[in-house]
């Protein structure tokens, strides 16, 4: 019974599409272009947002970035003003008092070092930093090499970890240096390590890519240094992160004196707050949800308004069924029916469209910008929904008139 | 099978209220073979459509086959039509886009009878009316005496009790016309009770009882020699 209902209305969809040619058409245009619309609206939404987050990765995993700047409250005696600067010891100051960080690292950092391979130099930036420093800045050694290590740092050993664009430059593309030696200021360090590629768009002072690495207790012997640059962590869980922030306010309030509450004595960069920033992506999909649903609403306007002419034709027809027993349901679901099936197919086509732009997408030579759109399983559903929500709108209304149709009226047409 | 007291049919149309049916009885036994007259407009397709539950009565009882049916809603009139009644019209109101085997299964799909139920029983229907070799032939291939045999096999599909036919000879010629009466003549002899409206004397004749409506009531009941019993309005 069902199956064959199920031809009935098959029959009956044929039927209206041979009669509404020209008609069927131009909803199938409408429902196709609304779904290509809303695919690639989400799809390069989506891209943009991943490119975006990849590239927030490539700073730093939800990193604080240290200064130790001047004071601005006075505070038990001192006047406010007053500069004070980090020191190595204050890393293990922070690693005892402060539970909550996962890692920590200060960074010494220097410009206009030489370095140089055979007749190959070139002038670089220099970071002193520990081992920590790597995971914290999403900084992985490519295969046969590693980052600096806590043997290094004790024994002050002249090793360096070299950014990916620096080695291409001082040894050429793709060349293995692990092993071999290099001049840094004319004193030879042994390559430990080459950073594997990676996304960064923003940074302190300049892109780890062009950089070279060298443990902070090596650096402070060579280049005599007092103070760090700077100190970066990461706390153990973003839950626990503002408290962390607020421990090393303190700590270092005590140990520096100065007003715990003085937050300009210390300045932060706190990636994490600059999450913040991803709201604005979310919201941004948000709008383009809502501009690419109200496009597929113009085509479901096309489409309830086709069915709506199909009732008009068909008044007669279904006064004819009616007649023989045919019930509301039957009629109702009758137009529901082929309804949906007008959405499967615009939507299918519109699908169909919107992948290949998707595929043909990375051929554009567009990834750095705009990242590589990607259609999530989420975007897919909601497509699905919307187009099952429009589809089901535009036939529910036309379907109940002529449910409710009186068949003796039904059938004087 | 029919048995109806009092029925009004009021029509609200904008201010005035055209009342189509004025307290009007009728009954109708098992196997009866009877024909309704009258003026135009004088309600007799009203009657029919409320016999027929296309429709319902303002006011007034109906009983079908026992069971009072004016206060049905809409399904339960679909079910009625689907399994009690077959109906057939003066334009024939089949499916255009159908064959006529099609339109002879329709009653039995919405009845939900197995396919090779529905098989055997439309072959034998439009055998039955003449048409075994037309069964594929859609209705725009079909002359009217054709279209008008299909509509009756299609009345016939679910095996109804009572065939109703609203001037079912009006769109045909006298031949053609003949020809319907032959078989409406032998499905009453076979146990059909068949109502039918007609505004042609001769057709009127060959039925068995004549009901003649002036005005929303019923006027005269005359049985199909002449000799009458008039039950006054
Ligand atoms: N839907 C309707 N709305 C308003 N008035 C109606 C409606 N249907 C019928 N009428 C009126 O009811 C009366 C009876 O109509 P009905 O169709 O039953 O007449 P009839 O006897 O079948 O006439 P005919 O022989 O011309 O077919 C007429 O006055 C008609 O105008
Ligand atoms: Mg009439």
Redesign the interface.
């Known amino acids: 019974m069902q199956l064959t209902s199920l031809k009935l209305y098959m029959k009956q969809f044929l039927h209206d599409l041979r009669a509404q040619k020209l008609r069927t058409f131009l909803t199938l245009v409408g429902l196709s272009w609304g779904t290509v619309t809303v695919i690639c609206l989400l799809a390069f939404g989506y891209g943009l947002q991943n490119n975006q987050q990849e590239q927030m990765k490539g700073l730093g995993d939800n990193i604080v970035i240290m200064w130790a700047s001047n004071t601005s409250k006075p505070y038990a005696g001192y006047p406010k003003g007053r500069w004070f600067g980090f020191v190595p010891d204050d890393i293990k100051m922070m690693r005892q008092n402060i539970p909550d960080l996962e890692a920590v690292s200060g960074e010494f950092q220097r410009g206009n070092i030489t370095i140089r391979n055979g007749r190959k130099s070139k002038l670089i930036q220099i970071s002193g930093v520990d081992p920590e420093f790597a995971p914290m800045r999403t900084i992985v050694p490519e295969d046969g090499g590693r980052f600096l290590n806590d043997i290094d740092v004790n024994d002050k050993r002249r090793v360096i970890f070299l950014g990916n664009d620096l080695r291409d430059e001082i040894f050429g593309e793709g060349i293995d240096p692990v092993g071999k030696a290099v001049l840094i200021d004319n004193v030879p360090y042994t390559v430990v390590g080459v950073m594997v590629k990676k996304k960064q768009d923003s940074s302190y002072s300049g892109r780890d890519k062009d950089k070279g690495f060298v443990p902070a207790t090596t650096f402070q012997s060579t280049y005599g240094d007092r103070y760090l640059d700077n100190i970066v962590f990461r706390a153990k869980t973003l839950e626990i992160h503002k408290q962390a922030v607020d421990r090393t306010y303190e700590t270092f309030a005590k140990r520096y004196k100065f007003d715990p509450t003085d937050r300009e004595a210390l300045s932060m960069w706190d990636t994490v707050e600059d999450n913040g920033f991803m709201v604005f992506f979310v919201a941004m999909r948000l709008f383009v949800g809502f501009v690419g649903f109200m496009t597929l609403m113009v085509g479901g306007i096309g489409l309830a308004n086709i069915m709506y002419v199909v009732v008009e034709e068909r008044t007669k027809e279904i006064g004819i069924k009616m007649a023989l027993g045919a019930k509301k349901g039957f009629v109702l679901f009758g137009f529901i029916f082929e309804t949906l099936i007008l959405t499967t197919i615009g939507g299918g086509i519109g699908y169909g469209i919107a992948q290949l732009i998707i595929s043909l997408a990375p051929m554009m030579n567009i990834k750095d910008y705009v990242g590589t759109p990607t259609l999530s399983l989420q975007d897919k559903l909601a497509v699905v929904a919307i187009l099952g929500f429009i589809g089901f709108m535009a036939s529910f209304f036309p379907a109940r008139r002529a449910a409710n149709m009186n068949p003796v009226q039904a059938l004087k047409l | 099978m029919i048995k109806m007291n009092g029925i009004r049919k009021l029509y609200a149309t904008g201010k005035v209220a055209v009342e189509a049916l004025k307290g009007l009885d009728l009954e109708l036994k098992g196997g009866e073979f009877v024909s309704i007259v009258g003026p135009s407009g004088s309600g007799k397709s009203t009657l029919m ?1 409320i016999v ?1 539950c ?2 319902t009565p303002s006011e007034g009882e109906f009983f079908l086959d026992g069971e009072r049916v004016d206060q049905f809603n ?2 339960q009139l ?2 009625v ?3 009690k009644i077959g ?1 057939v ?1 003066q334009n024939f ?3 255009p ?2 064959t006529a085997y ?1 339109n002879v299964e ?2 039995m ?4 009878a ?2 090779k139920e529905r098989k055997e029983t439309v072959t034998r229907l439009l055998t039955r009316v003449g048409l075994g070799d037309r069964m594929d032939h859609k209705p725009t291939e079909l002359s009217g005496g054709e279209m008008q045999r299909v509509a009756i096999a ?1 009345a016939l599909a ?1 095996s109804p009790k009572l065939i109703l036919a609203d001037e079912p000879t009006g769109n045909l010629d006298s031949h053609s016309g003949a020809e319907i009466m032959g078989i409406f003549e032998e499905l009453w002899k076979s146990g059909t009770t068949i109502l039918m409206i007609t505004h042609d004397p001769n057709i009127a004749k060959r039925t068995k009882r004549t009901i003649m409506i002036k005005d929303g009531v019923i006027v005269t009941s005359l049985n199909g020699n002449g000799n009458g019993s008039s039950s006054h309005e």
């Open positions: 459509n027929g296309l429709d809409g399904n679909a079910e039509r689907n399994k109906f019209f109101n089949l499916l886009y159908a099609e329709l009653p799909i919405f009845a939900g197995p396919q299609r679910n």
